[in-house]
C-alpha cells in the first residue's frame, strides 16, 4: 500500500486560501487520491478525489502534477469551522470485487484562527 | 448526514466487561466496514463485509474480537473481556464506489 507523508498541523487566518500538500513518492499506477475531512468525534467524511491534473468541486480543489508524486488540496477562504483534521491517501478505486480498505496517515490538523 | 448510525455513540465500561456495537446504514450497499481509531491517528482497518461475508480480518482483530453482518444489513462488533488499550473510537462505513461514507462513531473508554 502506497505511504502517504503530510504536514502534521498547519494554522491559517479566516479567509485565507489554504493548500496542504501530501507526498506519495511509491503510488502505483492504478491509485487515486482521496482526501477526507474528520472533525473531533466525528467519523471522517469524503472531500474530494483525483487521478491527475486538477479537480474541483463545492468544497476543495485538488492539483496533481504529471508525475503523481505529490497532491496538493487547496481549500478557498476558509472559515472556522474548517478546523478539523484532513487525511490524504492513495488507493484503488472499489471498482470491483475486494475489499478497498481506506489506509489513513495522521493526517494534517488545520486550525483556523478568527 | 452519512446514511449511517452507529449506537451506543460512548461506552464506558470495566475491564474484563463484554460489550458489543451496532452499525446501521440507512440504505443497503454491500461493502461495509469497521476500524478503529485512538486518540491522534487516523482510523485502522478492523474487517470487511461484502454482504454478510465476512471477507477480511485486520491483524488488528484479535481473537476477542467478532463481527457479524446476519443478512447483509446492519452489522455488530463484539469485544469480549475488555482491556483498557481497546480504549478508542469505533468507526463503522459503507462504501458505495470510490468513496466511504463513515458512521459518527461509538467511543468506548475501558476503565
Known amino acids: 500500500l502506497a505511504k502517504t507523508t503530510q504536514p502534521i498541523s498547519m494554522d491559517s487566518y479566516e479567509g485565507q486560501e489554504v493548500n496542504i500538500t501530501c507526498s506519495h513518492n511509491?503510488?502505483?499506477?492504478?491509485?487515486?487520491i482521496t482526501w477526507y475531512q474528520q472533525f473531533p468525534s466525528q467519523g471522517p467524511r469524503f472531500i474530494i478525489q483525483?487521478?491527475?491534473t486538477k479537480v474541483t468541486n463545492e468544497v476543495a480543489s485538488l492539483f496533481i502534477p504529471a508525475d503523481r508524486k505529490s497532491s496538493t488540496l487547496s481549500l478557498p477562504r476558509v472559515s472556522l469551522s474548517d478546523t478539523a483534521v484532513y487525511y490524504c491517501l492513495v488507493g484503488d478505486r472499489a471498482s470491483g470485487a475486494g475489499s478497498y480498505q481506506l489506509t489513513f496517515g495522521k493526517g494534517t490538523k488545520l486550525s483556523v484562527i478568527p | 448526514d452519512t446514511g449511517v448510525s452507529q449506537n451506543p455513540r460512548h461506552k464506558i465500561t470495566k475491564r474484563g466487561q463484554n460489550v458489543t456495537f451496532r452499525c446501521d446504514p440507512i440504505s443497503e450497499h454491500n461493502r461495509l466496514y469497521w476500524y478503529r481509531q485512538t486518540l491522534g491517528q487516523g482510523p485502522e482497518f478492523l474487517t470487511y463485509f461484502q454482504n454478510e461475508a465476512q471477507l477480511e480480518k485486520s491483524r488488528l482483530l484479535s481473537d476477542r474480537f467478532s463481527a457479524e453482518r446476519p443478512k447483509g444489513s446492519f452489522s455488530t462488533l463484539e469485544i469480549q473481556r475488555t482491556e483498557q488499550g481497546d480504549s478508542a473510537m469505533y468507526l463503522c462505513a459503507i462504501s458505495p464506489p470510490n468513496e466511504q461514507f463513515f458512521g459518527p462513531g461509538t467511543r468506548l473508554t475501558v476503565l
Open positions: 483525483g487521478y491527475k
Open positions: 511509491n503510488i502505483a499506477t492504478n491509485d487515486y
